[in-house]
């Protein structure tokens, strides 16, 4: 009698972890099939959850808290920082019509946008930026928040506000200030994209490096972070800048080590972007650059 | 004694919710290695923590690339299926 009543339990037990296999099994083949035919729909609803906290959190860094008093005074203080960048800017003028003038000297042809003059300048206080903001718009390119930068996480990307709503599509490139060119995007939502960082491992991206440009190939690390092997002979030094082969010469990163093993006979630089990709909170969005 | 009972049962219902909705705000952060910390903490503390799996798949889909489809843009979920499987039969064994 009591062997019996034992098999009757373990059967039932046993039915009931058929049931909840049987049960979890199913609910696994709906998620699948709706991430085979509707990739769109769970990183959507995800997004409506996730999206007010990170607009909230954008909000408040970018002061919306902050008393009237402290705007004043953060203003005043911008005031001086633009002064200031506005004297560089003369420099940076001049240097770049001699850069244009020494182009067209060797038959080139420059297309200079509306924009250049402006960019140099704006990353350093907020009323240039605006300026640049409203001089961008005129190349066609559309200003985005970063909602979420690459953290600590495991994919190395940026979440942007703006989605098809803004007509933003994949391989659309994605800029950052001073026209630096930092990924593309990779997913459109409703109202969100992400971007995929050119610094996502494994990524791989011909570059120039140093100041007699030595072709080189760079790795993606993730975080901005790249690597590149060149030969030892080309005297790479920290703070060498690394560009993109392309008529338009623009700083794409700046060494910042150089790892020496005096028994190979190339040395592995080490790169980051000009601006940490953690520390983003606005990009251009190019819808003509595919 | 029931009333006693019933309050600790309350209790541990409170504090679940409380360290899932912790977990869900690390995770929409981006916060991963909180995320996994609280997640085997999760886990340790109730039994039969399923939104550990559902926590991690959420991770999935907010900030993979729905284009990449290889196993590695599903790392939120797998992480968090090994962590409830692991913790789960370290438990059982402890407990036995």
Known sequence: ?290 | MVNRQKKMMNRKIFLRILLDLILLFAVIQNWWIIAVVLACVNCWLFSCNFEIIVIGFFYDVLFRVISASSPVSYVGTILSTGIFVASNAIAKIIRR
């Open chain 1, 1 to 290: 009698m009591i062997y019996l009543q034992t098999n009757n339990h373990h059967d039932r037990k046993r039915r009931a972890q058929i049931v909840t296999g049987v049960f979890l099994i199913i609910i696994i083949i709906i998620i699948a099939l709706i991430q085979l035919f509707l990739p769109h729909l769970f990183p959507a609803i995800a997004m409506i959850v996730a999206s007010p906290f990170w607009r909230t959190e954008f909000a408040i860094e970018s002061g919306a808290l902050k008393s009237p008093q402290s705007l004043l005074a953060e203003n005043e203080s911008l005031k001086l920082q633009l002064q200031d960048a506005d004297a560089r800017l003369l420099t940076i003028h001049a240097i770049e019509q001699e850069n244009i003038d020494l182009k067209a000297f060797f038959g080139r042809n420059v297309n200079v946008s509306s924009t250049s003059s402006d960019e140099s300048s704006s990353s350093l206080a907020y009323s240039s930026f605006i300026r640049m903001v409203s001089a961008t718009k005129l190349g066609g390119r559309i200003l985005s928040p970063v909602l979420m930068g690459p953290g600590i996480g495991a994919y190395d990307e940026l979440i942007i506000d703006g989605g098809s709503d803004m007509n933003f599509e994949i391989g659309d490139k994605v800029y950052i200030v001073g026209d630096i060119l930092i990924g593309s995007i990779s997913d459109v939502l409703p109202k969100t994209s992400k971007v995929s960082l050119l610094s996502s491992p494994g990524n791989i991206l011909g570059v120039l490096v140093g100041p007699y440009n030595v072709s080189a190939t760079a790795v993606g690390r993730g975080g901005g972070q790249y690597f590149a092997q060149v030969p030892r002979t080309a005297k790479i030094t920290e703070g060498d800048f690394v560009i993109i082969p392309s008529i338009d010469d623009r700083p794409f990163g700046v060494i910042s080590a150089v790892e020496n093993d005096p028994t190979q006979s190339f040395e592995t630089v080490l790169f980051a972007a000009p601006l940490n990709p953690y520390e983003i909170r606005w990009v251009f969005v190019d819808g003509n650059g595919k």
